[in-house]
């Protein structure tokens, strides 16, 4: 059952009463788990075939006897299966767990290493943007936690700084710690955000209208999950941003 409730006033404004309304939602709840369940079962459907292409195209581009063309063709192939790809991974997440936290699974993994592949991956597209990407960060960082999943939140951030921000701008990476925490903050010199936006920035599905009139491909579930993964680690998540100036990610979680 829903409930609402409100209080019911005389002309001159005496309290007299409340109204109580009880709605009967068992439908409405029933469609919304249907809608769940549907896009898990969809998402796990659409990943398989596209492993093998992930696979078979893996093989053709290392192929020595492809001609360089055709490998440039592949890499295009290769990067647009490999976006499909995070955008199953991102539904899936999404609806298979239905507002419940991120489970995750700790083993000692070296946080230095996992911000170095995620800034070398992607290099290459800061590079055809042209944007300055900058990586400051200690040689090695050993910390419990879900290496996959925090793997995850740093090219998230990585990626969302490069498609956000003009070419001939600059996308910084640190990575820092103390004696308890530790901080990775991606900072960008891109289109920015506007305050309200900001507090909203990390709900299923929320795109700023700025985003979506550049037509920067998204869907607006990135952030949402990055930070269930950073909570379910004991760590937060926040954002300082200036319309047209740049904005700074910054994570922070306990070693
Ligand atoms: P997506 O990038 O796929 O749309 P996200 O959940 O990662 O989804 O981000 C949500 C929205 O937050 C984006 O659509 C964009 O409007 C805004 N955003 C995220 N990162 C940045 C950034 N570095 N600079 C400006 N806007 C950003």
């Given at each position: 059952l829903s409930v609402s409730a409100r209080t019911v006033r005389t002309e001159d404004g005496e309290f007299a009463g409340a109204a109580l309304a009880y709605t009967d939602v068992t439908d409405f709840m029933r469609a919304l788990q249907v809608k769940d369940e549907f896009v898990a079962l969809v998402s796990h459907e659409l990943r398989t075939p596209l492993t093998s292409i992930v696979g078979y195209v893996q093989l053709l581009e290392e192929d020595d006897t492809m001609p360089p063309h055709a490998v440039e063709q592949l890499r295009v192939v290769h990067r647009n299966a490999e976006r499909l790809r995070r955008l199953i991974g991102d539904l899936l997440d999404t609806?298979?767990?239905?507002?419940?936290?991120?489970?995750?699974?700790?083993?000692?993994?070296?946080?230095?290493?996992?911000?170095?592949?995620?800034?070398?991956?992607?290099?290459?597209?800061?590079?055809?943007?042209?944007?300055?990407?900058?990586?400051?960060?200690?040689?090695?960082?050993?910390?419990?936690?879900?290496?996959?999943?925090?793997?995850?939140?740093?090219?998230?951030?990585?990626?969302?700084?490069?498609?956000?921000?003009?070419?001939?701008?600059?996308?910084?990476?640190?990575?820092?710690?103390?004696?308890?925490?530790?901080?990775?903050?991606?900072?960008?010199?891109?289109?920015?955000?506007?305050?309200?936006?900001?507090e909203r920035l990390f709900t299923r599905f929320f795109r700023t209208e700025d985003a979506a009139r550049r037509a920067v491909a998204g869907a607006g579930l990135g952030l949402s999950i990055t930070k269930d993964i950073v909570e379910s680690h004991g760590g937060r998540i926040d954002v300082d941003s200036a319309v047209g100036q740049g904005s700074v990610f910054r994570v922070r979680m306990p070693r």
């Amino acid at each position: 059952l829903s409930v609402s409730a409100r209080t019911v006033r005389t002309e001159d404004g005496e309290f007299a009463g409340a109204a109580l309304a009880y709605t009967d939602v068992t439908d409405f709840m029933r469609a919304l788990q249907v809608k769940d369940e549907f896009v898990a079962l969809v998402s796990h459907e659409l990943r398989t075939p596209l492993t093998s292409i992930v696979g078979y195209v893996q093989l053709l581009e290392e192929d020595d006897t492809m001609p360089p063309h055709a490998v440039e063709q592949l890499r295009v192939v290769h990067r647009n299966a490999e976006r499909l790809r995070r955008l199953i991974g991102d539904l899936l997440d999404t609806a298979q767990r239905d507002g419940s936290p991120m489970p995750i699974t700790r083993t000692q993994a070296d946080l230095a290493g996992i911000v170095v592949d995620s800034v070398e991956a992607a290099r290459p597209v800061a590079d055809s943007a042209g944007i300055d990407l900058v990586l400051s960060s200690p040689e090695r960082l050993p910390v419990r936690m879900d290496a996959q999943r925090i793997a995850q939140v740093v090219d998230n951030l990585v990626s969302n700084a490069i498609k956000y921000t003009e070419p001939g701008g600059r996308v910084t990476v640190q990575l820092g710690t103390d004696l308890d925490w530790v901080e990775i903050q991606v900072a960008d010199t891109g289109i920015g955000i506007a305050p309200d936006d900001c507090e909203r920035l990390f709900t299923r599905f929320f795109r700023t209208e700025d985003a979506a009139r550049r037509a920067v491909a998204g869907a607006g579930l990135g952030l949402s999950i990055t930070k269930d993964i950073v909570e379910s680690h004991g760590g937060r998540i926040d954002v300082d941003s200036a319309v047209g100036q740049g904005s700074v990610f910054r994570v922070r979680m306990p070693r």
